[in-house]
């Protein structure tokens, strides 16, 4: 009897899954890519469909010998359920900002500089639900309620238990997951907005955890197997990490797509709101990071894909161009460099495109750079290889160039999936296994 593992993807544009074997190969891809403009009404029953048929599209073979199942979902995309797990309320997704109205309330709960101080986060979005909503239509006041993420919700549909998270997704709703446990200023808190007895948070696990097989209707359904356990999320960006093979402390993961995002895995946790830097738990590690507007989007407001590889092959990226560029679309970045008057540096301009090109690529490399030093400055274990994800990683020219700025060795990932990741975790089930000291 082989094993096989699934894991499944909800990220911003569309649903995603991978299968693995035992010995972590790919055998199975699937997707769903969710139609644009698609009314917030319409997300759940888009998502329950989109779950269901990345699964159906696995070949029988595979999916009659799965062993467990995990997924990650959008980091903050938030649902409000009733007792049956039906959602009372249309979700309120990852990038929804309405929750600015309830910030001056949630700084009253929440200690001054914590990550949920943020329109987006899950916490910002669960009082929105408790006062604005509440006070415009009162739903249930009465009956019970389970606030949910996305994860989690989906999960649900395939093992039937409400009321069960994970800590990557739910650091942003303010769980303590350095004692894993709900800190008493969030308890009391919400106590002052709500009947505790009738909203229902979420019993946090680790990701992977296995939480129970599948309902026999659903294997049915799905035609999976009965003893397929289904095992407690992650979200997306976690997942990409997992996926990139990077589990030592001093390893990191620099995503270059349209911003440049840093991960670094460190020993210890480092917080520090005023840079946007915080962590979230990975087994006995710490997964810290931080993100700068610079990025992929600069370039492309210059060059298109194929001219950005056509200059780059020109690049030698031994030579400095020393144009001292600060890429970026618009003025401000918060990591690594908090100024959000901080304006683009992009004088002087060569004429020669290719010059050009290069500056803008030391620039972006000199500020991935200034990001592993600060980390490293704030006390996360000090830097020893980079993996490249993202649409700037197939460039060998710039991570040549990157490698002279950083110092370390810099590798491609070979997997960078977020599905690959989550079939990781459906495959190991524990954290601890996917990382090491
Ligand atoms: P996202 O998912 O954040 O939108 P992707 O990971 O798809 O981004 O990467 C897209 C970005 O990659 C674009 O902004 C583009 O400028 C950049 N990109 C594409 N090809 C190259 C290349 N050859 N060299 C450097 N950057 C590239």
């Given at each position: ?237 976690i997942?990409a990490f997992l996926a990139s093979g990077a589990k030592i402390p001093g390893e990191a993961v620099t995503s270059l797509?349209?911003?440049l995002v840093l991960k670094l895995l460190s020993n210890s946790?480092i ?11 990975l087994?006995?590690l710490w997964l810290t990071g931080g ?26 990226p ?47 490399a000199?500020?991935e750079a200034q990001g592993y030093q600060l980390l490293q400055q704030?006390?996360a274990t000090p830097l020893t290889q980079v993996y490249s994800a993202g649409?700037g990683a197939k460039n060998p020219?710039w991570t040549a160039i990157r490698q002279r700025y950083l110092n370390v060795n810099t590798v491609n990932s070979i997997h960078t999936?977020?599905?690959?990741g989550?079939?990781l ?9 996917l990382t090491h000291h």
């Amino acid at each position: 009897m082989v094993n096989f593992y699934i894991g499944i993807d909800f990220g911003t544009s569309g649903a995603r899954s991978i299968t693995i074997n035992s010995q972590r190969t790919v055998v199975a891809q699937t997707q769903f890519p969710f139609p644009p403009f698609t009314d917030t009404s319409e997300w759940v029953s888009l998502w329950k469909t989109a779950l269901f048929d990345v699964i159906q599209q696995i070949p029988l073979h595979f999916r009659r010998q799965i062993d467990a199942i995990a997924i990650n979902g959008t980091s903050a995309t938030v649902l409000l359920c009733d007792t049956n797990g039906i959602p009372v309320q249309s979700p309120i997704l990852y990038n929804d900002s309405r929750a600015i109205t309830v910030l001056e309330q949630l700084k009253k709960i929440a200690p001054p500089d914590h990550i949920v101080n943020s329109a987006t986060s899950s916490l910002a979005k669960l009082i929105w639900w408790l006062t604005v909503e509440t006070a415009n239509t009162k739903p249930q006041k009465s009956a019970p309620h389970y606030f949910l993420h996305q994860a989690d919700w989906l999960a649900f549909l395939l093992h039937g238990k409400l009321g069960i998270s994970d800590y990557h997704n739910s650091l942003k709703l303010g769980y303590d997951v350095e004692n894993l446990t709900y800190p008493n200023w969030l308890i009391n808190g919400l106590q002052s907005l709500t009947d505790l007895e009738l909203l229902k948070l979420p019993d946090i696990v680790a990701p992977g955890t296995p939480i129970t097989t599948i309902t026999p209707e659903i294997a049915e359904q799905l035609k999976l197997p009965k003893t397929c356990v289904i095992c407690a999320g992650t979200t997306d960006s976690i997942a990409a990490f997992l996926a990139s093979g990077a589990k030592i402390p001093g390893e990191a993961v620099t995503s270059l797509g349209s911003t440049l995002v840093l991960k670094l895995l460190s020993n210890s946790p480092i917080n520090h709101s005023k840079y946007g830097i915080y962590s979230h738990r990975l087994g006995d590690l710490w997964l810290t990071g931080g993100a700068s507007n610079t990025g992929g989007a600069v370039l492309r407001q210059f060059f298109s894909d194929r001219s950005l590889e056509n200059f780059s092959r020109q690049i030698n990226p031994n030579y400095n161009s020393n144009l001292n560029y600060y890429p970026l679309i618009k003025k401000g970045d918060r990591f690594p460099i908090n100024d959000p008057e901080l304006l683009p540096r992009l004088q002087p301009r060569p004429d020669n495109p290719v010059e050009f090109l290069q500056g803008l690529l030391e620039g972006i490399a000199k500020i991935e750079a200034q990001g592993y030093q600060l980390l490293q400055q704030l006390g996360a274990t000090p830097l020893t290889q980079v993996y490249s994800a993202g649409g700037g990683a197939k460039n060998p020219i710039w991570t040549a160039i990157r490698q002279r700025y950083l110092n370390v060795n810099t590798v491609n990932s070979i997997h960078t999936e977020a599905a690959y990741g989550t079939a990781l975790l459906a495959r190991n089930q524990k954290l601890t296994e996917l990382t090491h000291h």
